[in-house]
């Protein structure tokens, strides 16, 4: 039986007042709902997007949005220089963009979470040895790290997803040893302790759930850096290859037209901007609802 700082009954009002604290931020609650649909949007996109994204007419090619075929809004933010529907390739652009987003953070959280409460509890040369590795990741700026390894693996949906992995797990690892080194002294882990259970018992069992509500906004916030990462390796040509839809090689597209066919690059750069803002401000809102520190 876990010997957790708090009952369940104690654990349960708490979360309750925190998700009405968050319910009643009627500005966090509009974002969260704009990313619920931006997530909606990428499941259903198949049934979604008006047309094949990846069908080219280019008797279409370059169409401005509204353009009307068949006394239609046929094409309703416009085409591409191949004659492909925009609107069709921001939904689907949607899947990668926010299965990228999910699939770093909850690998890179996993990896941290382990290594910071490794780092934290067992101390000595355990946390030396991670605290080194961390202390040299963050030494390398994000984006010119990442470049460096998709250009040694090469383009590719599961190559971005590592390469941004590889050091995003540093972040939730810091958050978690700091958690860890306060919570390995509370009355709950002594008793642990002294009872005789395990250090996978107290750490896993005792600990980690005391350190979650931190890891959680923590994560949220990071995902939005990790979609604009991702949008940034797709614009350099290093992302998801053609003809798969992704927002950032589809601003990279445009570029060439910018002022010509100005909604090529800009109709998905709104779509980034969107989604990444409405997973700032609803991460703000878990923050304050959420961490201790930040409550009133």
């Not at 009952?7 to 709902?33: Q, V």
């Not at 961390?134 to 949906?157: E, K, N, R, T």
């Not at 390469?163 to 939730?172: D, F, H, S, T």
Request: proline share 5%.
């Amino acid at each position: 039986m876990s010997l957790a700082a708090e009952t369940p009954a104690a654990s349960e009002t708490i979360l309750r007042r925190n998700l009405a604290t968050f319910s009643g931020n009627r500005l966090a609650m509009l974002c969260a709902l704009i990313v619920v649909l931006f997530v909606v949007m990428a499941v259903f996109a198949p049934w979604i997007a008006p047309h094949d994204p990846n069908e080219t007419d280019l008797f279409r090619r370059l169409q401005p949005p509204g353009w009307m075929a068949g006394g239609e809004w046929s094409y309703f933010l416009g085409c591409d220089a191949l004659g492909r529907d925009i609107l069709s390739r921001i939904v689907y652009g949607a899947r990668i963009s926010i299965f990228i987003g999910i699939a770093v953070i909850l690998v890179a959280t996993t990896i941290g979470i382990l290594a910071g409460l490794a780092a934290g509890y067992l101390r000595g040369w355990v946390d030396m040895v991670i605290s080194r590795i961390v202390d040299i990741l963050l030494g390398f700026p994000y984006l010119i790290f990442a470049i460096g390894l998709m250009a040694m693996m090469g383009p590719g949906l599961w190559n971005i997803i590592f390469a941004l992995a590889y050091k995003e797990w540093v972040i939730p690892a810091r958050v978690v040893r700091g958690e860890t080194l306060v919570t390995r002294e509370l009355e709950y882990v002594e008793a642990a302790r002294a009872l005789g259970a395990s250090r996978g018992h107290i750490m896993l069992r005792e600990i980690l759930p005391n350190v979650l509500s931190p890891v959680i906004v923590v994560a949220t916030i990071r995902m939005a850096h990790v979609i604009i990462l991702e949008a940034s390796l797709s614009f350099l040509g290093l992302g998801v290859q053609p003809p798969t839809a992704s927002w950032g090689s589809m601003v990279s597209d445009g570029r060439a037209f910018i002022l010509e066919a100005w909604w090529v690059s800009t109709f998905p750069g709104l779509a980034i901007l969107f989604l990444v803002l409405a997973i700032n401000v609803a991460s703000q809102g878990l923050r304050d609802a959420f961490d201790p520190r930040f409550s009133e």
